[in-house]
């Protein structure tokens, strides 16, 4: 027996209701990702149980594959389900179809956290393991966003795919981004647009900061935000707070154009544990406070809430500010606007601005919040001058030209978070 075996347990499902207690909708759902990954289908079973004290039955149902299996069972009264793919690969390799299929139904589901296992199963020689270790052939990674709008690009190759104590990581490379970074099926971050995303979340506030010396970065595993940090001379200390020590490592090894030894520096002091924690208990204070964290709607849900801004700004030193990203304006605006308005609530000076990233396929929006640092009122001919000062002049994005361009919004954008 030789194959792939993908198996999935997904909790918080954030999809239709149908879709966990309709019959038609599951099947039809299950039967085109199906098709769409190129497998064979040669029968398949699918029943509905009984509603139970008024509560609706779940679902399980069974494609039968020219390749092997699709299983899978609902749980609606607590939006759960349960996923089981399986393909045998010992005429041809089908491991990249099965792990397209796979993902395509969990983004449909959009659990709010999920646990798997992958498994190869039967004998292999050194080279066939190698092989499907690392080929995908052309694998095709998609993401949902908010909205039924799916964005993607192709695997040319798989670096890493686990599970960790807390999520999914894969990395891929790609001919589109160079090497992928992704968490529970979301793009985190690439190298060829990396830094677009991170200029923006560091240099702004930054910049406009007479001289930083102290920072903290809640997230950001990948090291991106850090470097960018590290850039300016006056910067003694960086405080990672990174729930995902596997995150970490795993950077270290595969995406050093990223980090680009930031995890060396000696300045740079990494505490793996619990964020939120870590800024309620913490006596330590910071200049810039940058929260590089997975999307709003994932287990990171907390740190973006008006309580948690009052405990960055507890800690935030005179003259301090924090950074953060807040969503596509265009297909996510319920939290462009929420969590504007939650800054509001906390901060005196609150500057979204917007960029777009490539690799998240939109406009997206940051913004900067503070009591006192106003990113607006810094002329450009200072910022020109502390750029060339602080000799940060390698940069990709972020120059003294782009300053006053990140802030000045869209209309729509305007509208949004007025």
């Avoid at 594959?65 to 609606?76: C, F, V």
């Avoid at 000696?266 to 309620?280: C, H, N, Q, T």
């Avoid at 006192?372 to 001058?385: C, G, K, N, S």
Wanted: some cysteine; aromatic content about 8%; proline content about 5%.
């Amino acid at each position: 027996m030789q194959g792939l075996h993908l198996t999935g347990d997904l909790f918080g499902c954030n999809c239709p209701q149908s879709l966990l207690i309709d019959l038609e909708t599951l099947t039809r759902t299950c039967r085109e990702a199906t098709q769409d990954a190129g497998l064979t289908i040669v029968d398949e079973k699918f029943f509905l149980f009984p509603d139970v004290d008024g509560e609706p039955g779940g679902i399980t149902g069974t494609l039968l594959l020219a390749e092997s299996h699709l299983a899978i069972h609902t749980w609606p009264e607590r939006n759960g389900v349960t996923l089981d793919v399986y393909v045998c690969n010992y005429m041809s390799d089908n491991s990249g179809k099965a792990q397209q299929l796979f993902d395509t139904l969990r983004q449909h589901f959009q659990p709010s956290s999920w646990q798997g296992e992958r498994i190869m199963r039967g004998d292999l020689n050194q080279d066939e393991a190698a092989v499907r270790a690392t080929e995908t052939e052309g694998q095709l990674l998609l993401e949902n966003g908010a909205s039924p709008y799916v964005f993607g690009t192709r695997s040319t190759r798989q670096i890493a795919d686990f599970q960790s104590d807390y999520q999914r990581v894969e990395v891929h490379d790609t001919e589109s981004f160079g090497r992928l970074f992704r968490l529970d099926g979301r793009f985190m971050t690439s190298e060829k647009d990396e830094f677009v995303y991170h200029e923006c979340m560091v240099h702004p506030a930054a910049i406009c900061h007479p001289s930083p010396q102290r920072a903290l970065v809640i997230g950001g595993g990948d090291g991106g935000s850090t470097e960018e940090l590290l850039k300016h001379p006056s910067m003694e200390r960086v405080v990672m707070a990174e729930l995902d020590g596997a995150v970490v490592e795993m950077a270290r090894e595969q995406l050093g154009s990223i980090h680009r030894g930031a995890f060396d520096d000696p300045r740079l002091e990494v505490r793996i544990g619990d964020g939120f924690a870590y800024v309620k208990e913490t006596t330590d204070t910071f200049d810039l406070i940058v929260l590089d964290l997975t999307d709003p709607d994932t287990p990171a849900e907390r740190l973006y809430t008006a309580d948690f801004f009052r405990l960055c700004q507890r800690i935030l030193r005179p003259g301090g500010a924090i950074t953060l990203h807040i969503g596509s304006p265009y297909f996510d605006p319920n939290t462009v606007q929420r969590l504007t308005r939650e800054l509001k609530e906390v901060f005196a000076i609150v500057r979204p601005m917007t960029a777009y990233v490539p690799l998240y396929g939109s406009l997206w929006g940051m913004a900067t919040a503070s009591d006192t640092l106003d990113p607006l009122t810094v002329d450009r001919e200072v910022i020109a001058h502390r750029m060339a000062e602080r000799k940060i002049d390698n940069l990709d994005y972020y120059d003294a030209e782009m300053h006053q361009a990140l802030f000045t919004l869209p209309v729509y954008v305007r509208r949004l978070v007025a």
